[in-house]
């Protein structure tokens, strides 16, 4: 009876390719929450938990792909049924459609961040500011080069500083920012922005200054002061 016993124990203790499946399943589940609430630093970093996510899949892959061939090299048996092919399929699938999904985010990010450099005004990430200082720039951390180099600032990089030189017809276009979620510092001094503009910035609520011109009213000053509370307003 002990004997048998023994032996449930070690079947459940037993790592097969199905398992493994599973566990990768479960530790995407846990990144994907992780970045949905927050848990730990790297979620932090725009882009860290996708890649650690891909990283992985690609581990998992390669595992698999080695344990096959030390099977066949040692004749050993190498189970992998038609429900866990499924379960890979999907295991997969799921980082992939991350990656396309932070891609066309980072895509949009370019276009907007390139419009504003054509119109005069100037824009930088956060890895760009020293942490001191708003108006000083930095070099990107050691860390974060490669990924830098291997898939663009707009991928791994918030957009944390915006000065606009666009002097007119300003008010619609401004809607756009909010492909700037993390903007904290937001100068429109040089622009004719009205109070009618100013409501497409009520979604950025980590704003931390704002910089608006004369033409602006009181009253709409008032009104965007009451949607972000914690924001600095000058002129």
């Known amino acids: 009876m002990a004997d048998v016993s023994q032996e449930k124990l070690r079947r459940w203790f037993r790592v097969t390719p199905d398992r493994v499946v599973l566990a990768l399943l479960a530790v995407e589940g846990f990144l994907l929450l992780s970045e949905r609430f ?12 996708m890649l ?11 595992l698999m792909l080695l344990w096959f061939m030390a099977s066949l090299v040692f004749r050993r048996r190498f189970q992998f049924s038609i429900r866990s092919l ?32 054509t119109d005069g005004g ?4 956060e890895y760009e500011i020293d942490p001191s200082s708003a108006l000083v720039e930095s070099d990107a951390p050691s860390w ?19 000065s606009l030189g666009k002097a007119e017809g300003i008010d619609a276009w ?12 937001l100068d429109c001094s040089a622009t004719d922005v009205s109070d009618a503009g100013l409501q497409h910035l009520k979604g950025l609520a980590k704003l931390d ?18 949607a972000l509370p914690n924001t600095q307003i000058r002129r």
């Open 38 to 49: 927050g848990w730990f630093a790297f979620n932090r970093q725009k882009g860290w938990t």
């Open 52 to 62: 650690i996510d891909m990283a992985s899949v690609a581990a998992a892959l390669l």
């Open 86 to 117: 499924l379960l890979l399929t999907l295991a997969i699938a799921v980082p992939c459609s991350w990656f396309a999904a932070a891609r066309q985010q980072a895509r949009k990010q370019r276009e907007v961040v390139d419009e504003i450099k």
């Open 122 to 125: 100037s824009v930088m990430c």
């Open 144 to 162: 974060l080069e490669w990924p830098l180099k291997l898939f663009g600032d707009d991928m791994f990089a918030n957009v944390r500083l915006v």
């Open 174 to 185: 401004l809607e756009r920012l909010n492909e700037f979620p993390q903007l904290r510092y």
């Open 209 to 226: 200054i704002l910089y608006l011109s004369n033409k602006v009213s009181n009253a709409g000053i008032a009104d965007i002061q009451k």
